[in-house]
């Protein structure tokens, strides 16, 4: 784990001297990020709990009421309005939404929305970004900004667990996905979550977050950091879950693969990986 961790500290701080430059020529400017745009005549759902509606889509505007995680709301117009906080940006979104018999319209800002959800045996899944925190990069000496997504998991109106970790920044944040996939036989485990951030572009990192799903708890596994420029260079991290194809049972494998051309244009490749014994509750390296 050394080995990212220090290259995510030498890409945090190569975005930190991008968007420093970027900001400093376009200081005035506010961008959303793509993660947090959502169509309009669609369904969605709020991630964060007591998101304040608004009678126009301003920070400053009268609270006309609050809604609760998991409530559905239709989007019904995406405004042009777009408010930062922290390293989030978003638009307000005219919505509507039922509480009761009695339906009702107001604005929200994007932010607050589930940037993905999936129900499956009976409960909802909740995946968002909940907050930007002040980090401190000790081996730089510096204090950077950092996302913290969070996967919520909720039984009718209660909630039953949730879980947060790391996510993207900045360019980062342009794309997110949010998939179930099966317990990969591991004991105890009902199923798999898997929450995803993207740049979608070349040498912008995207983020894996794995999440098992066990006795109604959330057991979050290491991120997984890719990142690539071309064919230039590659840094992969995957998970191996052998017991899907019969191999070792109740483990997973982290897999690295790092490829660099050096000036012949000759690729270099180097791979590691390290094994997780998973006893039913909780992971361990082996």
Request: proline share 1%.
């Amino acid at each position: 784990m050394k080995q990212n961790n220090m290259m995510k500290s030498l890409l945090t701080v190569l975005c930190l001297l991008f968007l420093q430059l970027f900001s400093a020529q376009e200081e005035n400017v506010t961008y959303a990020d793509g993660i947090f745009s959502f169509e309009e005549n669609k369904i969605q759902k709020i991630f964060t709990d007591w998101t304040r509606v608004r009678k126009e889509p301003d920070v400053k505007a009268q609270i006309t009421d609050s809604l609760l995680a998991n409530q559905q709301v239709m989007i019904l117009k995406k405004e042009d309005a777009i408010l930062k906080l922290g390293e989030r940006g978003a638009n307000w979104y005219k919505v509507s939404y039922q509480k009761g018999d009695a339906v009702s319209e107001g604005y929200i800002w994007g932010g607050n929305l589930c940037v993905g959800y999936r129900n499956k045996n009976g409960y909802d899944f909740l995946f968002g970004l909940s907050k930007t925190v002040d980090r401190k990069n000790k081996e730089y000496n510096e204090t950077i900004k950092q996302n913290i997504a969070g996967i919520k998991v909720i039984e009718g109106t209660n909630l039953i667990d949730e879980v947060y970790f790391d996510t993207g920044r900045g360019e980062e944040l342009s794309y997110a996905s949010f998939t179930i996939e099966s317990s990969h036989k591991l004991q105890n485990v009902e199923l798999t979550l898997k929450a995803l951030v993207s740049g979608e572009a070349c040498g912008i990192a995207s983020y894996n977050q794995y999440v098992l799903f066990r006795d109604k708890k959330l057991v979050a596994l290491p991120q997984l950091m890719n990142v690539g420029d071309a064919d230039v260079y590659y840094h992969s991290e995957e998970y191996i879950f052998p017991n899907d194809k019969g191999g070792i049972p109740d483990a997973f494998i982290f897999k690295i693969e790092e490829m660099e051309r050096d000036d012949k244009d000759r690729e270099k490749k180097k791979r590691s990986s390290k094994t997780y014994l998973w006893n039913g509750n909780s992971y361990k390296l082996k």
